[in-house]
């Protein structure tokens, strides 16, 4: 399976509303439930009105189109980084898996995936 570089830093931030969101931007992914709406996007991209963000995020994806019949991809993957004190953000869409970890354990992350198999692409 590869998995490719996503060259961008990234925020995961609580906002109080999508008003000033640029969703055309490549790589926005918003989340909304009963408490809270969810915004992660390129870090040069966060709106004025944000009430929380935590910056300093790199991400990859899982190369390829995930058929929802497809059982355990990002649990081997979130369980790898796991055992190597590796934390995760992930976001699925329709098509695939994307992976988000903290700038300082990203080469560590992207090498450990390595050598599990896992391809890298650029």
């Known amino acids: 399976m590869e998995i490719k570089k996503i060259d961008c830093d990234f925020s995961v931030c609580k906002v109080e509303n999508y008003s000033l969101v640029d969703l055309d ?3 926005c992914f918003t989340g ?8 992660v996007c390129p870090a040069n991209k966060v709106p004025s ?3 929380e963000r935590d910056d300093g995020w ?4 899982i190369q390829g189109i995930l058929d929802f019949s497809l059982i355990g991809v990002l649990s081997q993957i979130s369980g790898i980084l796991a055992q190597n ?7 699925s869409t329709f098509n695939t898996d994307y992976i988000l970890v903290k700038r300082e ?3 560590r992350a992207i090498e450990v995936l390595n050598n599990a198999g896992y391809k890298t692409v650029e």
């Open 105 to 107: 354990n990203y080469q």
């Open 25 to 27: 931007t490549e790589f």
């Open 58 to 61: 790199k991400a990859f994806r």
């Open 49 to 51: 009105n944000v009430i």
């Open 85 to 91: 004190k590796i934390g995760i953000f992930a976001i």
């Open 32 to 39: 909304k439930t009963d408490e809270e709406k969810s915004l």
